[in-house]
């Protein structure tokens, strides 16, 4: 927990892994590309100080203060806010005046307003008004003993060229507390944004390269994709919905992946109906996500469904209601990183015990060649959880097919045949360590009467 008055990021994600390297007297330099977000960044860290009445200076020799009010305030950052408080000053200063005379104004403006914050943006744009080398050595180590001066956190706003990746500020990245480069590229017609750790004094680094994006109201939003150093184990019988699945499988546990896959030109209604199974038989919380159709569709679908058998019952709406949530993502208008972030958070808020993962292949599709890790991390998360986590694909793609195979402890195959001019639909079943296991038309039958049994029509 954040205590009041300490000096934050003002970011959980960054808070909450590079938090220590706030103590005072901290120096963190913020570099990176025009456009990538550093003045953001910036002035998240000043902004979200200010409200926690540590007093910010933001010193700028490129940026007008009306144009950077205006625009931060659509990302939910309000300086003129935090000026009215008196817990914010915004000052520009002419690159025109020689060293000596800025030096001499932040020295007077530091004395008086005494900020425990202070942003310079940029400082490159200040160490190239001279070409005394002398008198740039003496001003790298200027900046740098700011942060003893105001017994506070000096961020240095820094521009890298296109194209380079250094950060050419002499002594000053190496004597900094905090180096964090921010860069932006398009991957597969989508820009991606990440926040490279270069160095963060007294905090582990356990990741090189932390993705973010910049959104409306809600500014700078960092995400970190879960990695478990371990492979988490299963935990807890999991009901399942009728006797061949039980026979069958034997114990399905809670953390177990199930994959059920079904050609391009099918839609086995009575994979839904296994799914309701699953949630009634354990009284369990379903999260539906679906990577193809929208929430509304989704939940419909599955209503139509059971309808095609006969479930046609205000209970069994007034069930889906209360014990299923409904999610649809676009992977195509996401990093996968992004992505995966997202969906965490929802499992974090909904806690299901059930997660369906509908049309997964399109997410897969979507991040080829990369899916492998994020999908790996997903799963081992929701694993993690022990969270019964259900995959829906369609076996269009045999590496993406292979791959859920893999991942999954049970596997669970719709095949179609065509013998003469009628057709027979069988499934094949097989778990880690079992022989794998044909159902017939018959066995589905059964499983189907099973379900609807339990469901009391």
Not at 176 to 194: P, S, T, Y
Not at 257 to 273: D, G, H, K, M, Q
């Amino acid at each position: 927990m954040i205590k009041l008055n300490s000096i934050v990021f003002g970011i959980d994600v960054l808070d909450k892994l590079f938090g220590s390297t706030l103590t005072s007297p901290s120096t963190i330099v913020v570099a990176g590309h025009p456009g990538a977000g550093k003045t953001i960044l910036a002035s998240t860290i000043c902004y979200r100080n200010a409200l926690n009445d540590n007093k910010c200076l933001y010193i700028s020799f490129q940026e007008h203060k009306e144009k950077l009010y205006k625009n931060l305030v659509k990302l939910g950052i309000d300086f003129e806010k935090v000026e009215k408080l008196g817990n914010f000053l915004f000052t520009r200063l002419p690159i025109v005046l020689n060293v000596n005379d800025i030096v001499a104004e932040i020295h007077r403006i530091v004395e008086s307003f005494k900020p425990k914050v202070l942003v310079i943006d940029s400082i490159n744009t200040f160490l190239l008004s001279t070409s005394d080398e002398s008198k740039r050595a003496w001003l790298q180590n200027y900046f740098y003993e700011l942060a003893k001066q105001i017994d506070g956190v000096v961020v240095l706003v820094a521009e890298l060229p296109f194209g380079s990746e250094t950060v050419d500020l002499g002594s000053i990245e190496f004597v900094a507390d905090a180096v964090f480069i921010l860069k932006h590229r398009v991957e597969d017609g989508r820009l991606v944004r990440i926040i490279e750790i270069r160095k963060a004094r007294g905090s582990p680094i356990t990741v090189a390269e932390i993705p973010f994006t910049i959104l409306e109201k809600q500014g700078l939003k960092v995400y970190v994709p879960p990695i478990l150093e371990d492979i988490p184990s299963e935990g807890g019988r999991v009901e399942p919905p009728c006797r061949h699945l039980a026979n069958a499988l034997g114990d399905i546990q809670k953390g177990h992946v199930i994959f059920i896959s079904y050609p391009s030109i099918a839609r086995p209604p009575e994979i839904f109906l296994q799914i309701y199974g699953f949630t009634l038989a354990n009284k369990a919380r379903a999260l539906v996500i679906s990577f193809r159709i929208s929430p509304a569709t989704m939940k419909q679908t599955i209503i139509k469904s059971l309808e095609s058998f006969g479930i046609s019952d205000i209970r069994v709406e007034k069930f889906i209601e209360s014990n299923f949530v409904f999610k649809s993502y676009n992977p195509f208008a996401y990093s996968s990183t992004e992505l995966m972030t997202q969906i965490i958070e929802v499992v974090n808020v909904v806690k299901p015990d059930i997660v369906l993962l509908h049309a997964f292949d399109i997410f897969a599709l979507a991040y080829k060649p990369k899916h492998m890790s994020t999908i790996y991390n997903m799963v081992n998360y929701m694993k993690s959880r022990k969270i019964l986590t259900i995959i829906m694909s369609i076996r269009a793609n045999s590496d993406i097919t292979m791959l859920f195979s893999r991942l999954a402890d049970i596997n669970i195959a719709f095949k179609y045949r065509f013998p003469g001019d009628k057709l027979s639909k069988i499934v094949y079943l097989w778990r880690r360590e079992r022989e794998p296991i044909v159902l017939s038309e018959n066995d589905l039958k059964t499983c189907r009467d099973d379900v609807i049994s339990s469901i009391g029509i």
